[in-house]
């Protein structure tokens, strides 16, 4: 299946640690149409294999957590990736304040092994966050995670590409501040399945210099760009 070409839905630098352009699925399962799936977020890029999105030590995250006015990429803008209408839109998913390891991965984990095969997406409201699904004319864009109270749109409403939707947060099944994104071919996430798709530019970070990328699928550790326009 060819993937389907949108626009790249944050501004700014980012990186990400789960993408088709690693392997597929890219989450480890092709349940709630995650097959081509990815997952954004920005990082301390002395430490990019790490994927660390703070700046304090380890032990101190670890033992006192990070708030997440601390974390990077928190509260960035997300933008539509086409013009559209929105289907679902979901707030009132409290964050974790602050981030913490443990807590956040227990939280992961619980979801994960009572986890029931939904009736609709409002069932796993606990696992999604605070969501948005868009329609185009050929698929769904979903967007999980959300900050709580950033949500701009409802449903019914028609967005314009290029248009902020909501801002990046830590609700649902996160263990940091970030966006998962992915295209799928019907609204109701247990039965839909995943469609791929590539961004129709950013630039890339390779050997010192930023090159321009069109219609590409970002690696796992590609430090990637887009500047607002």
């Known amino acids: 299946m ?3 070409i949108v626009e790249f839905p944050l501004r700014g630098e980012w990186i ?10 890219s989450h480890g399962t ?10 954004f977020m ?19 995250a670890l033992l006192f957590g990070v708030p997440l006015n601390q974390c990077l990429g928190w509260s960035q803008p997300i933008y539509a990736p ?17 981030v913490h390891a443990v807590r956040d991965l227990s939280v992961v984990l619980k979801n994960s092994l009572f ?21 185009s004319e050929s698929c769904y864009a979903f967007f999980a995670h959300a900050r709580t109270g950033s949500i701009r749109v409802k449903s ?3 967005v314009c590409m290029g248009q902020q939707l909501a801002e990046v947060g830590h609700t649902g099944n996160s263990t940091a501040p970030h966006l998962h994104f992915h295209l799928m071919d019907s609204p109701v996430l247990a039965t839909a399945k995943g469609i791929p798709c590539c961004f129709r530019e950013y630039e890339l970070f390779q050997d010192g210099v ?6 590409g699928i970002p690696g796992r550790y590609n430090r990637i760009r887009l500047i607002n326009t």
């Open 115 to 135: 986890f029931k095969p939904p009736r609709n997406n409002f069932e796993i409201k606990s696992l999604l966050g605070n969501y948005i699904i868009l329609k």
């Open 16 to 25: 990400a640690p789960n993408t088709p352009g690693y392997k597929i699925p």
């Open 82 to 98: 086409f013009s559209g209408e929105v289907i679902e839109a979901e707030d009132g998913v409290k964050e974790r304040d602050p």
């Open 30 to 39: 092709d349940l709630l149409a995650q097959t081509y799936a990815y997952d």
């Open 210 to 215: 930023w090159s321009k990328i069109s219609n």
């Open 2 to 4: 060819e993937p389907v």
């Open 156 to 158: 019914g409403d028609s």
């Open 42 to 60: 920005q990082i301390d890029w002395r430490y990019p294999k790490s994927f660390r999105c703070f700046k304090k030590t380890y032990i101190s």
